[in-house]
């Protein structure tokens, strides 16, 4: 393989462009961040859709891979902070995994902006809100990912 | 009436017609048993012979090579239907084979670099190969390179695969004992082991309880000892995510697995099943240390999908990317 340099980050927001982001959340942190933004009837961007693992240890690359085969424009993997997995190494697996599996979708030409790996608490409703919201903005500048046939 | 029997190469390097001739001895049995009605690389057969068959009357085809013109396309739907059973024989076939690696490209930038680019090339003329041109008041044609490559059973329904780039000697025979014998197992088999090479490496022996790495060692970088597991010296080996049944050949010769005879039972993804595997290898939870030790893979996608990435989920380059 003869060196890559690396993909032009060229922004292009189409217009009308709505992402379509597909997030992980692990049972025992984020998916209840998520629940308690919910409760408490805080709004975040219609452009995600939750799928729930027991630990972001779970997620497969293979997930990732097949969620933006299927045409996600952004995946999404929040778990717990370090040191708080319910299982207790999960988390750190997905870090080894997602941070190796960001430099292959590079040289797939899917920019690395458009996978995200975050930390989000149970008690941490707003930041739940807050690290989706940023990710669909930032997604909707990326614009939407062109796939081959 | 001995059954018939054709091979054929689509875009092949030669390494599964060697196969065939590797079975040495054997390869007089075969051809005392079988009526081989068309494989170019060995007789004088052309298309025409072929077309004057009737349908499904070659007991089986082994379709070598990867599908990466329309022409490899259209002589694989022929012999599908001149066949009654179509083995898929080798990595290529199967799930695109290093050939496969041309999906990072778009076809353009495949020809600009062979026929342009290439250090090695001296072509003034930028003269590069055309579907159609005029040579003496004769036209020419040459099939148009499909935009993606893609493994055989993209293009026709696959009955068989014999795995492996190329596969082993003892493989070859008991597929080809299988067909001529009628003794075939559920359609889709794949004619080797079902789990993993690791489970039938030599050198399971010598793999710790507990594996992790602090980085990755490159072959060029390391003296490797040859009774030790690889990854347990630090050398990617994806043998943990590799069907087996090649039984330790290039283990054997000291050098570590490179997949060629794709994912085990179960997987349809290998080069996602190695990054997940060899990514947990990783000893720290520091994240620098982790980035220092994914750092040591110049280049993961080639590495994990060297013969796959036809066959992967995401199958080549996100359409329209330009990368300088």
């Known amino acids: ?149 | 009436m001995k059954p018939k029997m054709a091979f054929y190469w689509c875009s092949g390097c030669g390494g599964c017609e060697e196969s065939i001739l590797d079975l040495a001895g054997s390869l007089a049995d075969l051809l005392a048993r079988v009526d081989v009605v068309f494989w170019p690389v060995a007789f004088d057969y052309d298309y025409a012979d072929l077309e004057r068959l009737a349908d499904g009357e070659i007991l089986a085809s082994f379709i070598n090579g990867a599908i990466r013109t329309e022409d490899h396309a259209e002589k694989a739907r022929l012999l599908r239907r001149k066949s009654r059973y179509v083995v898929s024989h080798g990595a290529c076939a199967q799930t695109g084979g290093v050939v496969g690696l041309g999906n990072f490209f778009t076809t353009e930038e495949i020809v600009a670099r062979l026929y342009r680019e290439s250090p090695t090339v001296a072509n003034p003329a930028g003269i590069v190969p055309r579907e159609t041109s005029i040579d003496g008041g004769h036209e020419l044609h040459l099939p148009p390179l499909c935009p993606s490559v893609k493994p055989l059973n993209g293009v026709i329904d696959v009955d068989y695969y014999v795995p492996g780039c190329p596969p082993t000697p003892e493989l070859m025979q008991a597929a080809l004992t299988l067909v001529i014998e009628g003794m075939l197992p559920a359609k889709g088999s794949v004619l080797a082991e079902k789990r993993s090479l690791c489970d039938t490496c030599a050198r399971r022996d010598s793999k710790p309880e507990k594996l992790t790495v602090a980085r990755f060692r490159r072959l060029t970088d390391t003296a490797i000892d040859p009774a030790t597991c690889f990854l347990a010296q630090e050398i990617i080996c994806l043998g943990p995510a590799t069907r087996g049944g090649c039984r330790d050949r290039c283990i054997g010769a000291n050098m570590p697995c490179r997949g060629c005879f794709g994912p085990p039972d179960g997987v349809t993804d290998q080069g996602a099943r190695a990054i997940s595997f060899i990514a947990s290898l990783i000893g720290s939870n520091d994240p620098a240390e982790i980035a220092h030790a994914i750092g040591t893979i110049p280049d993961p996608a080639g590495l994990f999908y060297r013969y796959t990435l036809a066959a992967s989920t995401l199958r080549g380059r996100a359409q329209g990317r330009t990368d300088g």
Not at chain 1, 69 to 75: F, Q
Not at chain 1, 80 to 103: A, E, S, W
Not at chain 1, 108 to 124: H, K, N, P, Y
Request: proline share 4%.
């Open chain 1, 1 to 149: 393989m003869r060196e890559k340099e690396k993909a032009k980050k060229t922004p292009k927001a189409v217009d009308g462009f709505e992402p379509r982001i597909i997030c992980f959340l692990c049972n025992w942190c984020s998916y209840s961040a998520a629940d308690a933004a919910g409760r408490a009837q805080k709004a975040y961007p219609a452009n995600v859709s939750v799928i729930k693992v027991m630990c972001s240890g779970r997620v497969d690359p293979q997930f990732i891979m097949k969620a933006f085969h299927d045409g996600a424009d952004g995946v999404m993997v929040l778990g717990c902070h370090p040191g708080d997995c319910h299982y207790k190494k999960g988390n750190y697996q997905t870090q080894k995994r997602v941070l190796l599996l960001k430099k292959v979708l590079g040289q797939f030409g899917i920019e690395q902006e458009r996978m995200e790996l975050d930390w989000v608490s149970a008690t941490e409703g707003d930041r739940f809100v807050e690290t989706v919201t940023r990710m669909v903005e930032r997604v909707r500048q990326l614009g939407p990912l062109e796939r081959r046939a």
